[in-house]
């Protein structure tokens, strides 16, 4: 009964403002209900979370500061999107299960977005948190919009891409232009290999872990070039995890 209590008052010491809470709740709850809705009603799910996102991130991040970017405003909108895209994957019943877990991926995207404005975060977190939002988005539109062939699914998953590697190219620490530049090379790079992964053929959702994949290497590599890392080490060192990546997408497209 103490462990409980303090674990409780640990989980609860982390939380700074009620909002904290409130707004991975209530974009979980949407994201149920895109699981279970016609079309129409997803569309009317995602809305909805892009705005009510939007504007917690706002109210909780506070306003904008010199050095941070604005990518930040984003991600928890994004996270909830990709929450509700992954969830359609699952039957009704088993998704409707997953609504703790979606809060609790939200909160911690939430959190770490805190931390950054209040103190200096960890990069590794938000770098996995990233990585698992593209996946988790990347699987579900592939999935929603793999019969009707329109818009092709690259396309929103070229938004999504942006819009994370935007956010990782602030959390380098740039800005403006240059934060711009960063982010669409980053993009670039990812479509790359997500058009790539796309001719293979290859079962879902292992395209878009592969997409994924790619996405974090890109920016292990760019951090490690910032941080005076030596370009060859940094292409052998990255390039074998993405071609491990790919020979592995090679061997199941033949299997």
Known sequence: MNGRRMSTRGVMGRVDHPGELLLPVLLALLAAVGWLAEPLLLAGAIAGQLALGGLGAVY??????????????????????AATLFGRLLPGGVSLLLVPVAAAVIWAVVHVELRT?????????????????????????????????????????????????????????????????????????????????????LPEPVGAAIAALAFYAWGGAADSLEQGARGRAVAVEFGSLAALGMAVAVLLHGS
């Open 60 to 81: 909780l991040l506070g306003p904008a500061r010199p050095g941070l970017g604005f990518a930040r405003y984003a991600t928890p909108a994004v996270a909830a999107v």
């Open 117 to 201: 404005v209040r103190a200096s975060g960890s990069r590794t977190t938000l770098d996995l948190l990233l990585t698992a939002v593209l996946f988790a988005a990347a699987a579900g539109i592939d999935e929603l919009l793999a019969e009707s062939g329109w818009p092709p699914p690259i396309v929103p998953t070229g938004f999504i891409v942006g819009a994370l590697a935007l956010r990782q190219a602030e959390a380098r620490g740039r800005t403006g232009a240059e934060a711009i530049g960063q982010a669409l090379l980053h993009t670039l790079g990812v479509i790359q290999v997500a058009l790539a992964v796309e001719l293979l053929d």
